[in-house]
């Protein structure tokens, strides 16, 4: 086993409210496609084993005894590997302790409550109360990355900054959205990915106001932002990164809403040090683009009023980012104990807790029109003095901005991961 996984499973054990209780995490099972093909989705193991385990393994467990210590107490049981997936997908035997023994290891620490995370566990019947409180344990002490955690996603980045490289060269009118998916995700490959981390995401036009958009045949047209939102992973680490271009050349409200969005995005990646909080980085990051949308007379009031009504919402409906590393939201959620914050405006916000040493995150913000949110009779009326429709109805196919970079907190200045991969439009 090597060093970094012996490191991290102690550190792990310590952290873990288990007191008596036995740990058993899963990789989970392969999920048949629905037409009896003899197929399977591409599988991939459970975060949370993964973590542990280092490596993928389809029915693999991980478990933990704490009188064993923190160090000795782990034990690896992986099954055996079948002729037929020898024969037919050329599978070799991961190494661990053979999976028929985990009944045995069970049997012997009968009587004791098991906590059980990751994928579905046949093998267990008792779960113990504190298994929630184990797995938001288990995920706040998975949010600093160790040293080869941001090595991969050094490596993923890398990758990233590459394909988007090929991409800018691409841009034009009339090349469409899959052609430009196709020519970025080659690159990622051509620069040592495993895969692309996440569906990649090419809208042109109106599409770029789709936040998760599939890439279609579309072609842009001359004068159309570009919106790309992708990254490379590698050895299931990856990277998370949005561009937007304009095809041809852009209008001066294209180039100040790209200003808008470039300038909060810069201001929120200042701030992303210890102990600040996400959901104040992520309100301050409103307000400034909702300044600069006053300025630009797409709204009008105080900006701080402005979001405080939540008028923001119309043009900056998600988040300010979230965590990044082991997935694409490797981490995020609520600080242990607090509650989720109940305002509407904030449902979108995939995190809530103060930064740390360590912590690898995305700085998202966006703005877009979107008419499925500003043709919406209801909140035409909530806003009806809060923004210039007139103006707006003159945008309304226009699509969006969204700048996005990966952030590691240290004890100094912020370190932008992917700061080789330029933003100008």
Request: glycine share 10%; aromatic share 6%.
């Amino acid at each position: 086993m090597s060093d970094h996984l012996s490191t991290r499973r102690a550190r792990i054990a310590e952290a873990l409210p288990l007191e008596d209780a036995l740990l058993l995490v899963g990789a989970g099972e392969p999920v048949p496609l629905p037409e009896n093909s003899d197929q399977t989705y591409p599988f991939r193991s459970h975060a949370e084993y993964y973590y542990l385990a280092g490596q993928e393994c389809a029915g693999g467990v991980m478990a933990y005894d704490p009188r064993d210590g923190a160090a000795e107490g782990w034990v690896s049981f992986v099954p055996a590997v079948t002729e037929g997936e020898r024969v037919w997908e050329g599978r070799e035997q991961v190494p661990g302790t053979p999976i028929a023994l985990l009944d045995g290891w069970l049997a012997a620490r009968r009587g004791r409550p098991v906590a059980a995370l990751g994928g579905k566990l046949p093998v267990v019947s008792l779960y113990a109360p504190a298994t929630e409180r184990v797995r938001e344990s288990l995920r706040h002490a998975r949010r600093p990355k160790d040293d080869h955690e941001l090595a991969l996603i050094r490596r993923a980045a890398a990758a990233t900054a590459a394909g988007y490289a090929k991409l800018r060269e691409l841009v034009r009118p009339g090349l469409t959205e899959r052609a430009l998916q196709i020519e970025l995700e080659a690159e990622f490959f051509r620069h040592g990915a495993s895969r692309p981390g996440y569906g990649t995401i090419v809208g042109t036009g109106p599409n770029s106001a789709v936040l998760h958009f599939e890439p279609s045949a579309r072609a842009a047209r001359d004068g159309e932002f570009v919106l790309v939102d992708a990254g490379a992973e590698i050895d299931r680490y990856m990277a998370d990164v949005t561009r937007t271009y304009v095809a041809g050349e852009p209008s001066a409200f294209q180039r100040d809403l790209h200003q808008v969005v470039l300038a909060a995005e810069e201001r929120a990646i200042t701030r992303c040090v210890p102990g600040a909080e996400w959901k104040n980085l992520h309100l301050a990051a409103a307000v400034e683009m909702v300044a600069g949308l006053v300025a630009m007379g797409v709204m009008q009031g105080v900006p701080e009023t402005l979001v405080e009504r939540e008028a923001h919402t119309l043009f900056f409906p998600h988040g300010l980012g979230h965590m990044v590393g082991l997935g694409v939201r490797d981490g995020s959620g609520m600080y242990p104990g607090r509650p989720k914050d109940p305002r509407a405006s904030l449902k979108t916000l995939r995190m809530d807790l103060p930064l740390a040493d360590g912590y690898v995150v995305t700085v998202e913000p966006g703005l877009y029109f979107i008419p499925a949110l500003l043709n919406d009779p209801a909140r035409r009326t909530r806003f009806r003095d809060c923004v210039n429709w007139p103006l707006v109805e003159q945008h309304l196919s226009l699509g969006g901005v969204r700048i996005e970079d990966n952030v590691l907190v240290t004890s100094g200045a912020p370190e932008v991961l992917t700061a080789a991969i330029p933003k100008h439009l």
